[in-house]
């Protein structure tokens, strides 16, 4: 177990990327250990999307590395970094329109982690497993586009877990929903990282952050302003008057 | 030295017609996600109103070309209302499909009324041209390239300084989001295909001064209309007016390779394309979207 | 991809049933033709025009599956296929006229090189989306027919040039019926091989392509092999159709194998029977080609315009085809197969709803 | 309306039929059914209907003499067509249909070379006598084929009667630029032409390929006059020639002789160009100045004569229409000779085929292409057709050699 600690299970190394002139993302430096959960947040345009589609091979680095386990995995295809066991989930979700739920969540448990492949049987097994862990289960047969919007958030989660990951990405899973929506769906985050799964989620609100995170990194214009615990990051004076303006800093002293 | 500047010269000429035939191509498909296979036939269309004019009431080509473009717009336009807006939020195949099967229809149409005759305008001006030495620059491709410019420019102007043409460019970026701000959907939908077979019908008054038309005379206008769209990009007009320039000059170039160059020029303009495509979607002259 | 309520099932299998009494009819009918049939009396139900007919249809059944499989079940819409047809068919050309090398022995590799010329096309332009990647594929289409009509080699073409390559006639008994069953056989097998897809990794990790391609690599679907995989696989099936082709056919050339209406008729028919189905191409395939047919007076079943002359008449049936596409297009937007999978019935509110879902 | 129109073809045609059975003479026998697969719509509708009309005007002469003679008896003659919409492949389809289900006795030519050799394999695995007229490529003649017929002279000779006329003429032309559509028929009659000019002491300078549909040839055409020939040839069709001949004015092509393969003798050249179409010339099958001595049927002015009472309006008929009459001759001659509706006796019969029409001489090589009958040259003077080569069927001399375009 000391060698887990020795060697991160994500470790980015001065991560950037461009879209023209302007550089999204630059020179992030994090680690995340494995079993870890961490947030990361930063208001609109902070590059936190742009973070994600880098680590799951969406863009491509301009410079910087990336590991996982020890190993550089910059540069490779989207499908390679999921077969390793790094699985994500879209903001905007982006359901297979004509499948089935139970079928959406076939094809991640048919074509994710690359050591633990299986064949269709199998793979609506745990697919069927998967959406009952993510409360889908009455709704296995419908169509996608019979689903609610909050029921497709779980489906994008169901489908990314049902990769096996050992490392999940979730991209704002909770936005739009309402508090008890939230509630529910922060129950299933819970249980997915109680099942093993390292959990880097990128988050809007701030309760997710401070009730599920253990760490918390602040990204703002690109770059890594603060990292460390929720509640100590959060009250950073620099944070609060600097990214979550007046607003949260009230919000958050209320509560 | 003077056979290359000769055949730069020749090559943009040409490139008039392409330029012509794909600022309308490029509209439809640029705003309208539809890839137009009837465009050919429009264009024919516009071939046929001008050989009218001119056999029947001798009017000079050139000024038939206002004619073409107002009977091709009403006929678009009805078109687009009338049937194209049936399928506008189908897959995007079906419009190859609904596009082909009005080609079918345009073409035999053409031909009950034209029957299958070769038809050409050949005014009193025609092969005469401008001497510089050797070089030669004829009159009717030169005013053919004037007019597809002036066409180009007036889409241009519409598109950019209009009411209408601010629609159009709001469609093309949203069409949900236009419908919101209060754009009647049905009817710039109509405009905008309707200008489009306008632009097809100038081009088809141009070509039929250049060559024979007959009524299926259109359908190698429609391939060359993709390739034109395409090495300029898509979704501007000055775009597809280096496209079609462009065109037409690597058709000359590819001709003038010694020995059987020509039979290739086909295989090296879509070689080229396939080329443009992987290597810059875009096109030459285009922006990302 | 809907479960469907019992009821649905139940007329699912009555068309399964129907369209399969239909099949066998077609296949067995042909062999009322041979001498022993003819000599016990049996009633000649298919003569050799109907053969040429059908074996005309099982070309296009494989052609429309095949167009299915990149274009349907991968949603690329590759435009370009019959330069797969042409490859496949001047495959097998050239090696009975040039390297004299016996039918069945020249076949099998009408489809390997096809595949291999789609493999190698694929890398790049499948990286194109939408109209782009169909207008490349087209591009591919008409430069692939024109570079085999026009290589030279020391002033002699390599492919047989404009002239074309003439094939001996293949001699053999029943030469009608031996080429309607082996085209027949490649109709069924590119059915089998859908059906098969679309049970298999290969066929949900397509769908999921299509559906959507961001998600379907982020969730582990190579999708470079993947469409190059399909795209392939299309061209082996279409290419073996050309190869099949090239010998019943005996002329080839750039007009007869490579003609640019296939593309559309492909897709046309994929699109009428319905695309993405098993069955549908195929259906649509079958309608389309009698539609025509009918449509041109060929059939046995012709019929007579009002106030048509008969000069005109060829024209305006071109005029009522294409008419007859815009209809279909517009009211039946999934393709007639709906009507037979056991969701839908067809009906007036059927056509008006469609026309809605679709319409500005 | 239209009541009316049908009681009045009810009417003529129970005369038509109390007619026929009167002055059929002794016996009428079953009809004989001619078939053929015509492109009546999509690209090759023009040459097709040319090509129908051919075929139509002798099935009217023939079936007004109530038929052709087999053995005493008369056989009314029918044909059957339907249109393959310029496609080879359903060309294919219809000769098979014809063939099985229409029960077609024999089949005539479709229009084109590739259409043509599609339909030659048909023929020859149904053994089945097809007459064609409108496939001129050799290719198809090959193959060892003993079923299809072809009474037009093969694509070598289309361009060779130029040649030899241009070195009869003074000031000798010497050099050609020969430019060429890439299909198999044009290719064909430029390779011939390649071959066949140094014989007669002139030099092929420039010998270039395009594509074959091509409407933009101003590279050709600039590639022609930076080569000075006397001699311009382009073996192409209708649409190439007017591009040619457009482009070849715009940018000063001069020669002293412009010969384009196909396109001048259609009357759609001369209209689409005006007096830029004089002093081209073309080789031609046939025009109807020749003067040959028929064995049976019409004369040439008669021929012509029928043409325009029939389809009036349209001028002279141009030898695409004579050449279909004359595949119909030929098969009408040959049924006769075999007296019988064999398929093998007749086909038989047109191998051992040799007689004279309006169309000239028909008799078939080994291969089965008419051979022996010349091409003849054509020249547009002041917007007509005068034949003027060979000297011995020329209605007018050449006007030569071809002034400048500034003085044309």
Redesign the interface.
Known sequence: MSAVAATPQLELRGVTKRFGGVAAVDGVNFEVAKGDIVGIIGPNGAGKTTLLNCISGIHHLDSGDIRWEGASIAGMAPHRIANLGIGRTFQIVKPFGSMTARENVAIGALFGSAHMRRGMKQAFALADEVLELVGLKAKADQPVSALTIPDRKRLEVARAVATRPQLLLLDEVMAGLNNVEIDEALEMVRSVHATGVTVLLIEHVMRVIVGVCRRAIVLDSGRVLAEGEPEVVLRDERVIEAYLGERYAKRLKSS | MANFVQLVILGLLAGGIYVAVGVGFGLVWGVLNIVNLAHGALVIIGGYITWQLFTALHLDPFLTLPVDAVALFVLGYALQRGVINRIIRAPLLFTFLLTFGLNLVLVNILLLIFGSDFRSVTPAYAGKGFEFGSIVIPYVPLISLGAAILLSAGLAFLLNRTRIGLAINAIAADRDAAQLVGIDLRHAYAVTYGLGAACAGVAGGLIALIQAITPTAGEPYTLQAFVVVILGGLGRVSATVVGGLAFGLVEVFAQSIPGSGSVFANAIAFGLLVLVLVTRPQGLMGRLR | ???TAASNRRRQRIFLIAGAILAAYALLAPLTSLDAAQSANVPLLA???WF??AT?IAMFIVMATAWNII?GITGY?AFGNVAFFGIGAYTTGMLIAKAKWPFLLALPLAPVVAAAFAALVGL??L??R???F???S???G??VG??V??I?YAGQPVFG????L?LP?FRIDN?GLFFFYLMSAAAALSIAVTWWML???LG??L??I???E???????????AYKVAAFALAAALTGLAGGIFSQW???V?Q??VF???YN?QM??MA??GG??TVFGPATGAVLLYLLI?FL???L?ISFDL??VSSD?R??????I??????VV??FV?RGVIDFFGGRTRLSVAYLRRS?R???? | MALRKLALLAVAAVAAFACGTTSAGPTTGSAIILGAPLGLTGSLTKESNLTLQGYNLWLDWINAQGGIVVNGVKHPVTLRYYDDTSSANQSAVLMQKLITEDKANFLLGPYGSAATATDAAIAEQNQIPMVEANGAAQAIFNQGYKYTFGVLSPANKYLQGVVDMAATLNPKPTTIALLSADDNFSLEVANAINDYAPGKGMNVVLFKKYKNGATNLTAEVQAAKAAKPDIVLNSGHLTEAIAINKAAKEQKLNAKIFAYSVGPSTPDFISALGSDANFVYDGSQWTPQVKYTPAFYLSESDYVAAYKAKYPGLGDPDYHVAESTAACLALQRAIENAGSLDPTKVRNALAALDVTVFFGQIKFDPRGINTYKPMVVEQIQNGVHHTVFPATVADAQPMYPTPNWDQR
Do not use: C, W
């Not at chain 3, 060829?314 to 005029?319: F, G, N, S, T």
């Open positions: 991809m809907i479960a003569d050799k025009f040429q007919i005309n274009g819409a790049p332009l990286r194109l939408g109209h782009y169909a207008v490349a087209l591009g591919v008409v430069a024109e570079l009509q026009n030279d040039g404009a002239s074309g003439f006639i030469r049970r298999s990794r949900y990790g769908i999921a299509r559906e959507n961001e998600a379907a690599s982020v969730l582990g679907v190579n999708t470079t056919n005996v002329f050339n007009d007869n003609p640019i209406t559309i897709i046309l699109l009428l695309t993405g047919q041109g007076g060929t046995p009002p106030f005109a060829p024209i305006v049936a071109q005029v085809l294409g008419l007859l596409l815009v297009v517009i937007p026309l879902e679709t319409s500005l």
